[in-house]
């Protein structure tokens, strides 16, 4: 009974509380329902799915954008003014391939504060972005980034450094998303 409940959670969570557009009423599911931690003024935009119930956390000021994919059968991290890019995955669970019974894997994900995750960027099981960070659109990050590096590609790789003066705090709630 307690895996059916948990279910229907995710269920009414993906399929419903995600497509209704109000901030508010979106936030009190996650928080009440979902025991997600999200801080003042996080947004998690229309359309975002999720695997879990808890192990998600967001800090103050940071945006998922909309069709965003969080995988958090172990745990995702997301700190503050963080921006997170329309239709990203982020994973934090695999199968370990030279398994002979196909062995499920979980490895946290963190997402430190001031990173910046492109469009359709592919977030691996295990990985931390560091401080400052980003991500361009399209990249699949496999290993550990670390804080101000710009990364891309596929796998993604270091493309040169942002500037660590980084001291701007995101609002990013629309009406109707």
């Given at each position: 009974m307690r895996r059916f409940i948990s279910e229907l959670r995710i269920f009414i969570c993906n399929r419903w509380i995600a497509r209704i557009p109000s901030h508010t009423i979106r936030q009190l599911y996650y928080r009440r329902i979902m025991k997600y931690n999200i801080g003042h003024n996080a947004a998690i935009l229309m359309d975002c799915s999720f695997d879990?119930?808890?192990?998600?956390?967001?800090?103050d000021n940071s945006v998922v954008?909309?069709?965003?994919?969080?995988?958090?059968?172990?745990?995702?991290?997301?700190?503050?003014?963080?921006?997170?890019?329309?239709?990203v995955m982020i994973l934090s669970a695999d199968?370990?391939?030279?398994?002979?019974?196909?062995?499920?894997?979980e490895k946290p994900v963190i997402i430190e504060d001031y990173v910046w995750i492109g469009s359709r960027a592919i977030i691996m099981p295990g990985v931390t972005l560091g401080k400052g960070s980003v991500v361009s659109a399209g990249a699949v990050v496999t290993k550990n980034v670390s804080p101000y590096e710009i990364v891309g590609g596929v796998p993604a790789k270091l493309i040169k450094m942002r500037n660590p003066d980084l001291s701007y705090q995101l609002s990013y709630r629309r009406l109707l998303q």
């Open positions: 879990r119930t808890e192990s998600f956390s967001i800090g954008n909309g069709k965003c994919r969080l995988d958090n059968k172990s745990s995702i991290t997301i700190g503050s003014n963080v921006s997170i890019s329309q239709e199968h370990d391939p030279y398994s002979p019974n196909f062995e499920g894997r």
